[in-house]
């Protein structure tokens, strides 16, 4: 059974940091791209970072370069988004998802709320 678990959201305020952490089980997790979304409230769900199978590349999208940084530990099945300097505006769920290009797999976690508020 594929799972895909985050955790590490809560309630920060700004200027603050948070790492959240996604659990990956079910699928061999170190062939796969993983990849970090967000859904604000009205808002489309946005690409916030992506790190392909073996860490090769990263990427990240304008509103979070240099304060965002993702990584993957194979070994742990995991994937991490630490996230600094926060900012009201990044106030969302936080999604994960794996994708295997070879394949078209493609899934989701249940996702973690981050509200950055004072």
């Known amino acids: 059974q594929v799972q895909l678990v985050e955790s590490g959201g809560g309630l920060v305020q700004p200027g603050g940091s948070l790492r959240l952490s996604c659990a990956a089980s079910g699928f061999t997790f170190s062939n796969y791209d993983m990849r970090w979304y967000r859904q604000a409230p009205g808002k489309e769900r946005e690409l916030v970072a992506a790190?392909?199978?073996?860490?090769?590349?990263?990427m990240y999208g304008d509103s979070v370069k240099g304060r965002f940084i993702m990584s993957r530990d194979d070994a742990k099945n995991t994937v991490y988004l630490q996230m600094n300097s926060l900012k009201p505006e990044d106030t969302a769920v936080y999604y994960c998802?794996?994708?295997?290009?070879?394949?078209?797999?493609?899934?989701w976690g249940q996702g973690t709320q981050v509200t950055v508020s004072s």
């Open positions: 790190i392909t199978s073996g860490g090769i590349i990263i």
């Open positions: 998802n794996a994708r295997f290009a070879r394949t078209n797999d493609n899934y």
